[in-house]
């Protein structure tokens, strides 16, 4: 499974990183059940990045029916555990 340093969770309307290269999508099953969508990692300047649209793509989850575990469980298993890795940024709309 690919490993990245940084997990990013897209709001509304953001549903893909631009400039993302060595992309690859990765399907999850948690204990929580499925994320919102694949999980996109790549790299972004050179830094491994994964990336989960929160409404998944074309906003097709409501803002209620988010399965807010399920996304966090499954970035976390994707992002390595280094002394200065595992930062999360989340971009809310």
Known sequence: MPQAKIGVI???GLYDIE??????E????TP???PSDTIVVG????VGIAFLPRHGKGHR?????IPSRANIY???SLV???SDSGYYMDFWS
């Open 32 to 34: 929580f059940g499925k």
């Open 80 to 82: 390595s555990r280094g």
């Open 10 to 12: 897209g709001g509304t």
């Open 19 to 24: 400039g993302m290269t060595d992309i690859e």
């Open 61 to 65: 989850i409501s803002p209620t029916e």
């Open 26 to 29: 990765v399907d999850i099953n």
């Open 43 to 46: 790299r972004l300047e050179g």
């Open 74 to 76: 499954a970035l976390k």
